[in-house]
């Protein structure tokens, strides 16, 4: 079967210097500890999805050019800047400088379910996910200003990190605009 080739006009998208000054700067997400190139990959796919500026990371670090990491995001690690911080309480104050509330999207005895969050309308956020097998680490729980859990009902407790992004991001990305 043959499927028709569409040009980069037919579909409507931009370039990546375009991108860049259409991105939105009040939303973003933290990478804690993130492990598997996949993952990162899909979560920067899905950043440019929804029109994310910047990713930040901290701990374990997939370099940009790793060819798993490229394989899923399709080259969205061109168009979303990327900062690493070495050191959590400093990326910690530079978004808490810049106004971000920053969420856990982490299963606590306090977190709140995610179709009970509601906040006002352009709203700096910056939502954390954590290590695909430990969660987010103990140093950023303490500083987070709430942690959110997507509802489940079935026997598993938790979504893929790259899946709950892409959840979570979706429900959020109505309140930062």
Known sequence: MQFPKKTMDELLRIDAETYSQQANPNFTVILDHIRSAYNVGSIF????CFGIKTIYANGIETPLNHKELQKTAL???KSVNYQFFPEIKV???????DGFAI???EQTKNSIPLNKIEMPNNTKIAIILGNEVMGICDEWLELVDQCIEIPQKGMKHSYNVSNSFSIVGWHFLRFTF
């Open 75 to 77: 080259g969205a690690e």
């Open 91 to 97: 990326m910690y104050e530079k978004l808490k400088r």
């Open 45 to 48: 796919r899905t950043a440019d």
């Open 103 to 105: 969420l856990g999207i």
